[in-house]
Protein backbone atom coordinates (compact mmCIF):
# COMPACT_ATOMS: atom_id res chain seq x y z
CA UNK A 1 0.00 0.00 0.00
CA UNK A 2 2.95 2.43 0.59
CA UNK A 3 4.48 1.98 -2.51
CA UNK A 4 1.34 2.26 -4.86
CA UNK A 5 0.80 5.75 -2.45
CA UNK A 6 4.21 6.60 -3.02
CA UNK A 7 3.70 6.08 -6.99
CA UNK A 8 0.51 7.52 -7.09
CA UNK A 9 2.18 10.83 -5.29
CA UNK A 10 4.71 10.70 -8.14
CA UNK A 11 2.64 10.73 -10.54
CA UNK A 12 0.80 13.29 -9.71
CA UNK A 13 4.40 15.14 -8.68
CA UNK A 14 5.25 14.46 -12.35
CA UNK A 15 2.57 16.13 -13.91
CA UNK A 16 2.86 19.64 -15.43
CA UNK A 17 0.34 22.30 -13.89
CA UNK A 18 -1.15 23.05 -17.07
CA UNK A 19 -2.15 19.22 -16.96
CA UNK A 20 -3.17 19.24 -13.41
CA UNK A 21 -5.39 21.97 -14.55
CA UNK A 22 -7.05 20.47 -17.68
CA UNK A 23 -7.45 17.69 -15.69
CA UNK A 24 -9.78 19.44 -13.15
CA UNK A 25 -11.56 21.53 -15.82
CA UNK A 26 -12.13 18.25 -17.13
CA UNK A 27 -13.41 16.63 -14.35
CA UNK A 28 -15.86 19.65 -13.23
CA UNK A 29 -17.35 19.45 -17.21
CA UNK A 30 -17.81 15.64 -16.18
CA UNK A 31 -19.58 16.99 -12.50
CA UNK A 32 -21.71 18.99 -14.26
CA UNK A 33 -22.97 17.14 -17.19
CA UNK A 34 -23.87 14.48 -15.06
CA UNK A 35 -25.68 17.23 -13.20
CA UNK A 36 -27.44 18.33 -15.84
CA UNK A 37 -28.58 14.65 -17.00
CA UNK A 38 -30.24 14.45 -14.19
CA UNK A 39 -32.78 17.74 -15.21
CA UNK A 40 -35.00 15.54 -17.38
CA UNK A 41 -36.74 18.68 -18.45
CA UNK A 42 -33.38 20.21 -19.50
CA UNK A 43 -31.90 17.27 -21.22
CA UNK A 44 -35.58 17.48 -23.30
CA UNK A 45 -35.33 21.07 -23.59
CA UNK A 46 -31.53 20.41 -25.24
CA UNK A 47 -32.82 18.09 -27.78
CA UNK A 48 -34.96 20.10 -29.27
CA UNK A 49 -32.59 22.93 -29.46
CA UNK A 50 -29.95 20.14 -31.20
CA UNK A 51 -32.87 19.01 -33.45
CA UNK A 52 -33.60 23.02 -34.38
CA UNK A 53 -29.67 23.35 -34.66
CA UNK A 54 -29.50 20.44 -37.00
CA UNK A 55 -32.40 21.79 -38.86
CA UNK A 56 -30.72 25.37 -39.45
CA UNK A 57 -27.26 23.22 -40.48
CA UNK A 58 -28.74 21.03 -42.91
CA UNK A 59 -31.44 23.31 -44.67
CA UNK A 60 -29.47 22.87 -48.29
CA UNK A 61 -29.98 19.49 -47.75
CA UNK A 62 -33.46 19.26 -46.61
CA UNK A 63 -35.24 22.00 -48.64
CA UNK A 64 -34.27 23.73 -51.75
CA UNK A 65 -33.46 27.39 -51.98
CA UNK A 66 -35.39 27.63 -54.87
CA UNK A 67 -38.72 26.95 -53.49
CA UNK A 68 -37.53 30.38 -51.07
CA UNK A 69 -38.30 32.49 -54.73
CA UNK A 70 -41.25 33.86 -55.44
CA UNK A 71 -40.84 33.51 -59.41
CA UNK A 72 -40.31 29.87 -58.93
CA UNK A 73 -43.22 28.90 -57.11
CA UNK A 74 -45.87 26.29 -58.22
CA UNK A 75 -48.34 25.59 -55.30
CA UNK A 76 -51.69 27.07 -54.87
CA UNK A 77 -52.16 30.32 -53.15
CA UNK A 78 -52.83 29.22 -49.65
CA UNK A 79 -53.20 26.18 -50.64
CA UNK A 80 -54.24 23.46 -47.62
CA UNK A 81 -52.03 20.95 -46.29
CA UNK A 82 -51.57 17.97 -48.77
CA UNK A 83 -48.81 14.83 -49.65
CA UNK A 84 -47.29 17.20 -51.71
CA UNK A 85 -47.04 20.13 -49.50
CA UNK A 86 -47.00 18.82 -46.07
CA UNK A 87 -47.65 22.30 -44.14
CA UNK A 88 -49.69 23.82 -47.08
CA UNK A 89 -47.81 26.97 -48.98
CA UNK A 90 -48.46 30.68 -48.50
CA UNK A 91 -49.87 33.76 -50.36
CA UNK A 92 -47.63 33.04 -53.35
CA UNK A 93 -47.78 29.51 -53.57
CA UNK A 94 -44.53 28.73 -51.67
CA UNK A 95 -44.26 25.91 -49.41
CA UNK A 96 -44.64 26.65 -45.90
CA UNK A 97 -42.31 23.74 -44.90
CA UNK A 98 -39.29 25.21 -47.03
CA UNK A 99 -39.65 28.36 -45.51
CA UNK A 100 -40.47 27.23 -42.13
CA UNK A 101 -36.89 24.97 -42.43
CA UNK A 102 -34.87 28.09 -44.08
CA UNK A 103 -36.35 30.47 -41.58
CA UNK A 104 -34.53 28.96 -38.66
CA UNK A 105 -31.01 30.08 -39.93
CA UNK A 106 -32.37 33.34 -39.73
CA UNK A 107 -33.94 33.02 -35.83
CA UNK A 108 -31.27 31.12 -34.41
CA UNK A 109 -28.58 33.39 -36.31
CA UNK A 110 -30.40 36.14 -34.96
CA UNK A 111 -30.33 35.27 -31.48
CA UNK A 112 -27.28 34.10 -30.87
CA UNK A 113 -25.62 36.98 -32.71
CA UNK A 114 -27.75 39.36 -30.87
CA UNK A 115 -27.11 37.23 -27.25
CA UNK A 116 -23.11 37.08 -27.97
CA UNK A 117 -23.38 41.75 -27.97
CA UNK A 118 -25.79 41.52 -24.64
CA UNK A 119 -23.53 39.03 -23.05
CA UNK A 120 -19.92 40.52 -23.99
CA UNK A 121 -21.04 43.89 -23.07
CA UNK A 122 -22.94 43.23 -19.81
CA UNK A 123 -20.00 41.07 -18.78
CA UNK A 124 -17.68 44.05 -19.17
CA UNK A 125 -20.01 46.69 -17.74
CA UNK A 126 -21.05 44.18 -15.23
CA UNK A 127 -17.53 43.57 -13.81
CA UNK A 128 -16.22 47.15 -14.28
CA UNK A 129 -19.17 48.28 -12.07
CA UNK A 130 -18.68 45.74 -9.54
CA UNK A 131 -15.00 46.21 -9.09
CA UNK A 132 -14.52 49.76 -9.78
CA UNK A 133 -15.60 52.08 -7.13
CA UNK A 134 -15.96 55.92 -6.65
CA UNK A 135 -17.21 57.76 -9.90
CA UNK A 136 -16.33 55.29 -12.41
CA UNK A 137 -18.16 52.19 -10.97
CA UNK A 138 -21.37 54.51 -10.15
CA UNK A 139 -21.58 56.13 -13.68
CA UNK A 140 -21.52 52.47 -14.92
CA UNK A 141 -24.04 51.75 -12.62
CA UNK A 142 -26.78 54.75 -13.26
CA UNK A 143 -25.70 53.75 -17.43
CA UNK A 144 -27.44 50.33 -16.79
CA UNK A 145 -30.30 51.49 -14.47
CA UNK A 146 -30.75 54.33 -17.08
CA UNK A 147 -31.03 51.47 -20.26
CA UNK A 148 -32.87 49.14 -18.07
CA UNK A 149 -35.56 51.67 -17.09
CA UNK A 150 -35.82 52.64 -20.88
CA UNK A 151 -39.11 50.35 -22.09
CA UNK A 152 -37.41 48.03 -24.69
CA UNK A 153 -39.57 47.60 -27.64
CA UNK A 154 -39.84 51.49 -28.43
CA UNK A 155 -36.14 51.85 -28.42
CA UNK A 156 -35.56 48.92 -30.62
CA UNK A 157 -38.05 50.52 -33.07
CA UNK A 158 -36.54 53.76 -32.78
CA UNK A 159 -33.03 52.06 -33.97
CA UNK A 160 -34.19 49.41 -36.48
CA UNK A 161 -35.89 52.55 -37.90
CA UNK A 162 -32.81 54.63 -37.93
CA UNK A 163 -30.03 52.29 -39.07
CA UNK A 164 -32.53 50.26 -41.55
CA UNK A 165 -33.75 46.50 -41.69
CA UNK A 166 -30.82 43.99 -42.17
CA UNK A 167 -30.29 41.13 -40.65
CA UNK A 168 -26.86 42.57 -38.45
CA UNK A 169 -28.84 45.63 -37.94
CA UNK A 170 -31.08 43.70 -36.19
CA UNK A 171 -29.03 41.55 -34.18
CA UNK A 172 -27.39 44.68 -32.94
CA UNK A 173 -30.43 46.50 -32.20
CA UNK A 174 -31.17 43.45 -30.26
CA UNK A 175 -28.33 43.04 -28.62
CA UNK A 176 -27.59 46.95 -27.81
CA UNK A 177 -31.28 47.01 -25.71
CA UNK A 178 -30.97 43.48 -23.33
CA UNK A 179 -27.64 43.65 -21.92
CA UNK A 180 -28.40 45.33 -18.58
CA UNK A 181 -30.05 42.43 -16.57
CA UNK A 182 -26.80 40.59 -17.40
CA UNK A 183 -24.72 43.40 -15.98
CA UNK A 184 -26.81 44.03 -13.05
CA UNK A 185 -26.80 40.02 -12.43
CA UNK A 186 -22.69 40.00 -12.71
CA UNK A 187 -22.00 43.15 -11.13
CA UNK A 188 -24.28 41.81 -8.13
CA UNK A 189 -22.05 37.96 -8.46
CA UNK A 190 -18.78 40.37 -8.72
CA UNK A 191 -19.32 42.46 -5.66
CA UNK A 192 -19.33 39.16 -3.56
CA UNK A 193 -16.37 38.09 -5.22
CA UNK A 194 -14.38 41.47 -4.28
CA UNK A 195 -15.57 40.62 -0.83
CA UNK A 196 -13.19 37.25 -0.48
CA UNK A 197 -10.20 36.97 1.37
CA UNK A 198 -7.92 35.66 -2.00
CA UNK A 199 -9.05 39.46 -3.61
CA UNK A 200 -7.81 41.12 -0.40
CA UNK A 201 -4.79 39.02 -0.87
CA UNK A 202 -4.19 39.89 -4.46
CA UNK A 203 -4.11 43.38 -3.83
CA UNK A 204 -1.80 43.30 -1.51
CA UNK A 205 0.39 41.10 -3.68
CA UNK A 206 0.51 44.31 -6.22
CA UNK A 207 -2.66 42.62 -8.48
CA UNK A 208 -3.49 45.63 -10.61
CA UNK A 209 -7.05 46.25 -11.52
CA UNK A 210 -6.70 44.15 -15.15
CA UNK A 211 -4.99 41.51 -13.15
CA UNK A 212 -7.46 40.92 -10.98
CA UNK A 213 -10.37 41.43 -13.01
CA UNK A 214 -9.33 39.25 -16.09
CA UNK A 215 -7.57 35.85 -13.50
CA UNK A 216 -10.21 36.65 -10.41
CA UNK A 217 -13.17 37.87 -11.38
CA UNK A 218 -13.90 36.87 -14.64
CA UNK A 219 -13.09 32.86 -13.63
CA UNK A 220 -15.47 33.42 -11.22
CA UNK A 221 -18.56 35.02 -12.85
CA UNK A 222 -18.14 32.60 -16.12
CA UNK A 223 -20.64 30.09 -15.29
CA UNK A 224 -23.25 32.51 -14.19
CA UNK A 225 -22.33 34.24 -17.38
CA UNK A 226 -23.22 30.96 -19.18
CA UNK A 227 -26.08 29.87 -17.72
CA UNK A 228 -27.62 32.96 -18.32
CA UNK A 229 -26.61 33.27 -22.04
CA UNK A 230 -29.18 30.19 -22.88
CA UNK A 231 -32.04 32.51 -21.15
CA UNK A 232 -30.59 35.76 -23.14
CA UNK A 233 -30.87 34.03 -26.15
CA UNK A 234 -34.65 32.80 -25.75
CA UNK A 235 -35.23 36.81 -25.35
CA UNK A 236 -33.18 37.84 -28.56
CA UNK A 237 -35.26 35.02 -30.72
CA UNK A 238 -38.44 36.45 -29.69
CA UNK A 239 -37.39 39.93 -29.99
CA UNK A 240 -36.39 39.50 -33.47
CA UNK A 241 -39.85 37.82 -34.02
CA UNK A 242 -41.72 40.46 -32.47
CA UNK A 243 -39.75 43.60 -34.50
CA UNK A 244 -40.04 41.02 -37.98
CA UNK A 245 -43.47 40.93 -36.87
CA UNK A 246 -43.69 44.73 -36.96
CA UNK A 247 -42.12 44.64 -40.30
CA UNK A 248 -38.83 45.79 -39.47
CA UNK A 249 -37.18 42.50 -40.13
CA UNK A 250 -34.89 42.01 -43.51
CA UNK A 251 -37.22 42.12 -46.27
CA UNK A 252 -35.12 39.97 -48.69
CA UNK A 253 -34.54 36.96 -45.41
CA UNK A 254 -37.49 34.70 -44.49
CA UNK A 255 -37.40 34.06 -40.57
CA UNK A 256 -40.32 33.16 -38.38
CA UNK A 257 -41.01 36.65 -37.38
CA UNK A 258 -41.71 37.62 -41.06
CA UNK A 259 -43.49 34.66 -41.68
CA UNK A 260 -46.09 36.01 -38.95
CA UNK A 261 -46.08 38.94 -40.34
CA UNK A 262 -47.20 37.89 -43.84
CA UNK A 263 -49.53 35.37 -42.48
CA UNK A 264 -51.30 38.28 -40.95
CA UNK A 265 -51.06 40.88 -43.81
CA UNK A 266 -52.62 38.64 -46.14
CA UNK A 267 -55.06 37.73 -44.04
CA UNK A 268 -54.36 33.87 -43.43
CA UNK A 269 -56.45 34.00 -39.67
CA UNK A 270 -59.67 35.59 -41.73
CA UNK A 271 -58.97 32.62 -44.26
CA UNK A 272 -58.67 30.12 -41.70
CA UNK A 273 -55.32 29.30 -43.07
CA UNK A 274 -54.18 27.91 -39.65
CA UNK A 275 -51.12 26.35 -41.41
CA UNK A 276 -49.58 29.57 -42.32
CA UNK A 277 -49.74 30.69 -38.84
CA UNK A 278 -49.05 27.72 -36.65
CA UNK A 279 -45.97 25.86 -37.49
CA UNK A 280 -43.78 29.24 -36.90
CA UNK A 281 -45.23 30.08 -33.98
CA UNK A 282 -44.75 26.55 -32.71
CA UNK A 283 -41.35 26.72 -33.37
CA UNK A 284 -40.97 30.10 -31.72
CA UNK A 285 -42.43 28.78 -28.83
CA UNK A 286 -40.47 25.55 -28.51
CA UNK A 287 -37.15 26.98 -29.49
CA UNK A 288 -37.63 29.85 -26.41
CA UNK A 289 -39.05 27.34 -23.73
CA UNK A 290 -35.77 25.03 -24.25
CA UNK A 291 -33.83 27.52 -24.06
CA UNK A 292 -35.63 28.63 -21.38
CA UNK A 293 -35.51 24.81 -19.30
CA UNK A 294 -31.59 24.53 -20.39
CA UNK A 295 -31.08 27.94 -19.03
CA UNK A 296 -32.87 27.34 -15.46
CA UNK A 297 -31.05 23.63 -15.67
CA UNK A 298 -27.72 25.15 -15.64
CA UNK A 299 -28.49 27.72 -13.26
CA UNK A 300 -28.91 25.06 -10.77
CA UNK A 301 -26.15 23.81 -11.69
CA UNK A 302 -24.02 26.41 -11.74
CA UNK A 303 -25.63 28.26 -8.80
CA UNK A 304 -24.71 26.51 -5.10
CA UNK A 305 -27.95 27.68 -3.32
CA UNK A 306 -30.15 26.53 -5.99
CA UNK A 307 -27.79 22.58 -6.17
CA UNK A 308 -28.27 22.71 -2.36
CA UNK A 309 -32.34 23.10 -2.93
Known sequence: MTTEAGQTAQTVQALSPRRVTWLRRRDAAVRSWKSF??????????????????????????????????????????GAPSSHYWLGTDESGRSVLTLLIWGSRVSLF?????????????????????????????????????????????????????????????????????????ALLIRSQTL??????????????????????????????MPMVFANTTLTVAGAILAETTLSFLGLGDPTRVSWGTMLDSAFSNGAMSLGAWWYLIPPG????????????????????????????
Do not use: D
Open 282 to 309: VCVVLVVLSFTVVGQALEEIFNPRLRQR
Open 110 to 182: VGLFATLISVVIGTLIGISSGHFGGRIGGLLFRLTEWFLVIPFLPLALVLASLLGASLVNIAFVIGITSWPGT
Open 37 to 78: ARHRIGVAGLVVLVLFALMAVFAPLLANSNGLEVTKATGPVM
Open 192 to 221: SIEARPYMERARVLGAGNWHQMTRHVLPNV
